[in-house]
């Protein structure tokens, strides 16, 4: 059956070739796609999860409603006419019990590290110039083991906050609006306290403008002690050895404690939407290209079925079974889907190869930035699945009608 497909499809060299072309671009699309698209996902995942903690436990914030109120006072069941709505917030400055955190993360296998933080806001100033500063203070080696800040050190080093003595590393941006520089100082001030002088020790860029523009890492003990809250954490940033596992550690976690515990996906829920909207998107333009190759397959076939009628005729009168004559076409659809899936995705990923050589943008650090397309085996392997399918299916009609097809009745309607 393999031989005789094989040979009925080269007879049609013209009409093969329409339906392998339908079939190579339906892929090689995929490809370039999926590429394009899981590229930028990727790379804006790798900003959300690098740049900061895999799984963040802060202090109680609680929105007051109706509702809540209904339930802590009265109960469920209970109905209540409020003449004034309460509404406003509860929240807690502080981490309640940080040793308890410690030791649970400790004990669970899952956590690479954690690093505790306090975060508070400031006004930083240099001569005349000042900007409101986000201040983070924090264990510097456990932060470089929960974020990948060090990778975007322009200069300085992160390790020189280890021994305190006000010394920050700051964002580019930040440093930029004070008009301040390596090595040099400026003044912070938190609330009615008295300003304090503080050494720039390094200066980093991420390539977000709401971090480098706005945030300043010091030491625990030195923002602790200008905010003068020694010993208090508002954060715990915590790093884990699969990122799948994020958000079902955070849902757990969340029912023991009165802290706040949220997953890098559910901190950027808005941008995991977005994801999903465009995989939806990527799914749908593949389906109709490949939609569109399956009707080329099927028109193409139910032709041939009516043209090789008489060889069809020859086959049952030797005594080929309606089975194997259903094996005959499906196989050629089967051919024309695999050779035009293999094609299509080999182009595919040489004009992935060629985008991803296309310069799209420079950074403050005059870094050329390249589009980024994903490789990822599992794009073509899904390409290579539904080219098949769509030739599969699409052979399915006419392979039918063709194993129907009995001696007599093709010899009557060519008589007639």
């Not at 097809?405 to 009557?412: K, N, S, W």
């Amino acid at each position: 059956m393999l031989f005789l497909a094989k040979r009925q499809l080269l007879a049609r060299k013209k009409q093969t070739l329409l339906i392998l072309v339908g079939i190579l671009l339906g892929s090689a699309a995929y490809v370039i796609i999926s590429g394009m698209m899981l590229g930028f996902q990727s790379y804006v995942s790798d900003q959300l999860i690098n740049n900061d903690a895999n799984i963040r436990v802060s202090a109680r914030q609680e929105i007051i409603n109706p509702n809540s109120m209904q339930r802590e006072f009265f109960g469920q069941q209970s109905f209540v006419n409020w003449l004034i709505a309460p509404s406003g917030r509860r929240d807690d400055e502080r981490i309640q019990n940080p040793q308890e955190w410690y030791h649970r993360l400790r004990q669970n296998k899952h956590v690479v590290a954690f690093a505790p933080q306090l975060t508070i806001q400031a006004l930083m100033s240099n001569g005349q110039l000042s900007n409101a500063a986000t201040l983070i203070g924090t264990e510097p080696q456990a932060q470089l083991k929960v974020t990948n800040l060090g990778n975007y050190l322009l200069t300085g080093s992160f390790n020189q906050l280890k021994s305190g003595g006000n010394r920050l590393v700051i964002g580019d941006g930040l440093l930029a609006k004070v008009g301040g520089r390596m090595g040099g100082n400026v003044l912070i001030s938190v609330g009615n306290n008295s300003p304090q002088l503080f050494k720039i020790a390094g200066i980093f860029h991420v390539g977000i403008q709401t971090i480098d523009d706005t945030i300043a890492y010091g030491n625990l003990a030195d923002i602790q002690k200008i905010n003068r809250t020694p010993s208090q954490i508002s954060t715990i940033a915590i790093k884990i050895d699969d990122i799948k596992l994020a958000a079902t550690l955070a849902s757990e976690w969340a029912k023991m404690t009165r802290d706040q515990v949220q997953s890098w996906d559910q901190l950027n829920s808005n941008v995991m939407a977005v994801f999903r909207t465009q995989t939806a998107i990527r799914y749908f333009m593949t389906l109709s290209i490949l939609l569109v190759a399956a009707f080329g397959i099927y028109n193409v076939l139910s032709v041939l079925i009516n043209q090789k009628k008489k060889e069809i005729a020859i086959l049952r009168a030797m005594g080929y079974e309606p089975k194997e004559i259903r094996q005959l076409f499906l196989y050629q659809g089967l051919i024309v889907g695999l050779m035009g899936g293999l094609i299509g995705l080999m182009l595919g990923f040489l004009a992935c190869r060629y985008m991803a050589t296309i310069p799209m943008f420079r950074d403050s650090t005059g870094k050329i930035n390249y589009l980024r397309i994903s490789y990822d085996v599992s794009i073509y392997g899904y390409g290579l699945l539904l080219a098949l399918l769509s030739s599969l299916i699409a052979s399915v009609l006419p392979a039918n009608h063709a194993s129907k097809m009995t001696p007599i009745d093709i010899i009557r309607e060519s008589g007639t």
